[in-house]
């Protein structure tokens, strides 16, 4: 039971060059999120999918696209990376929505974009 | 606007208990919690309360919820080496979001 897993853990981009992250969960979660973290911030919602087959825009939704792709993975996609978008990123996952108790957060995948 | 607070530093002699506190803005909160962040690591969940109650013990942690003052806080008892991490105070808004402080860094002194 690897709970949430993430890929890669660093990368480095330049400015306009896109990639996607990679989230996987093996707990039969419904709901799954991507957050960031900047140095001295709180975690801020970019994309969140309450089940398998909805997304919804989170609090930072800008420069950013996601996908369901099954009740195990949610991808997180940057179409044209920028220097803002350098942070650490983190797929979490619960078995009920964002009002319930307990998300269980991957490892983080730190991206810096030059 | 929805809002989370916390100091961002605490320091402690090992043994010592330690108590982190938290204000949110929000009176509609359903839950409220506690995270922890080891470095290198994502966030692991180390207790909540929910909003309709005043206390909730788990073995050396201490939540107290002050409704009136939408005031929250942390207790460590007997802080060890193992405790040094950064706690984050979150709460839940109206069924569909949670928002986190920016984490309250804690350092434990020999």
């Known amino acids: 039971n690897a709970g949430v897993t993430q890929t890669p853990k660093f990368q480095v981009l330049k400015t306009g060059q896109s990639m996607t992250l990679q989230c996987a969960q093996d707990?039969?979660?419904?709901?799954m999120y991507w957050y960031r973290q900047d140095p001295g911030m709180g975690l801020r919602l970019i994309y969140y999918?309450?089940?398998?087959?909805?997304?919804d825009k989170g609090e930072v939704p800008n420069g950013y696209n996601v996908s369901r792709l099954n009740k195990r993975e949610f991808s997180l996609r940057l179409e044209s990376a920028a220097p803002s978008q350098t942070s650490v990123y983190f797929c979490?996952?619960?078995?009920?929505?964002?009002?319930?108790?307990?998300?269980?957060f991957g490892p983080g995948t730190r991206l810096t974009v030059t | 606007g929805e809002d989370v607070e916390q100091s961002l530093f605490l320091s402690v002699r090992e043994g010592d208990s330690s108590v982190i506190n938290c204000t949110y803005t929000?009176?509609?909160?359903?839950?409220l919690y506690w995270y922890k962040q080891e470095p290198g690591a994502g966030l692991q969940l180390l207790t909540y309360?929910?909003?309709?109650?005043d206390m909730k013990q788990d073995q050396r942690l201490t939540v107290l919820l002050n409704k009136k003052d939408k005031h929250l806080s942390l207790r460590i008892a007997d802080t060890q080496t193992g405790d040094s991490a950064i706690y984050f105070c979150?709460?839940?808004?109206?069924?569909?979001?949670?928002?986190f402080g920016k984490g309250t860094r804690l350092h434990i002194l020999p």
């Open positions: 979490a996952s619960s078995e009920f929505g964002l009002a319930q108790a307990e998300q269980y």
């Open positions: 707990m039969n979660h419904n709901s």
């Open positions: 999918s309450a089940s398998e087959g909805t997304t």
């Open positions: 929000d009176s509609s909160s359903t839950y």
């Open positions: 309360i929910f909003s309709n109650m």
């Open positions: 979150a709460e839940s808004i109206s069924g569909d979001k949670i928002i």
